[in-house]
């Protein structure tokens, strides 16, 4: 494991690379106007079964199998709950691949962003379950954001949020090293209908 290539990673889960992550909210923003979201302790717990029974461990899973070099883009669009979903998956899934094709001067071709991220880090000398941490602690990250200008909550309080999740998030990565694809599989149910109805929403300030 090198420096250099922890230090790439990095530079593509952060905010500043350019997939649009701070324009969707995950099926967050439903959940904030229901109230279900309306303060730290319930964006925590909203986001700890996000990442351990929801799209957060499916993810990783997938991640993980695109990094073992298993063709997995067809399942990961199957398995988009809503389509929002599918949308927010494919669309930073694209503009990621974009941004690495120039980087490096491949032809990747579009593909969701976690199996995107997966077949990207290939080329580095990070072990999977390292990437599938860090790809999560982005995805969170972007959440906890978006409840900080919506709910809204103070900077502190989210930065709390998340380094309470690093745990969680640890153990979902470790987890989803060793998930076969045929046990890939979510019950966040309150999420993913949060995410369905986002799509009849009014007035919003996220795309999901």
């Known amino acids: 494991m090198s420096a250099a290539d922890l230090l790439t990673l990095t530079q593509w889960l952060s905010p500043a690379f350019p997939v649009g992550a701070f324009a969707y909210s995950h099926g967050l923003e ?6 279900d979201v309306r303060d730290a302790a319930t964006l925590e717990r909203w ?3 996000v990442l351990e029974q929801g799209s957060g461990a499916v993810d ?5 199998r695109a990094l073992a070099g298993d063709e997995v883009a067809d399942t990961a669009r199957a398995l988009a709950v809503s389509r929002e979903r599918l949308e927010e998956t494919d669309k ?4 990621f ?17 976690p199996v995107a991220v997966g077949v990207a880090a290939r080329r580095l000398s990070l072990p999977p379950g390292q990437v599938a941490a860090l790809y999560l602690h982005g995805f969170a990250s972007n959440l906890v954001s978006a409840a900080v200008r919506f709910v809204p909550l103070g900077q502190n309080e989210g930065q709390q949020v998340l380094s309470r999740l690093h745990k969680v998030i640890e153990t979902v990565a470790a987890r989803a090293v060793d998930t ?12 993913d ?4 109805r986002h799509e009849t929403l009014d007035v919003r300030i996220f795309r999901t």
């Open 180 to 191: 076969p694809l045929d046990q890939i599989g979510s019950a966040a149910f309150g999420a």
């Open 193 to 196: 209908l949060a995410a369905m």
């Open 47 to 49: 986001l700890r079964l």
């Open 30 to 35: 439903q959940a904030i106007c229901d109230g």
């Open 92 to 95: 930073q899934g694209a503009a």
């Open 97 to 113: 691949v974009a941004t690495v094709n120039a980087l490096y001067g491949e032809a990747l071709p579009p593909m969701p962003l």
């Open 60 to 64: 990783a899973v997938l991640l993980c």
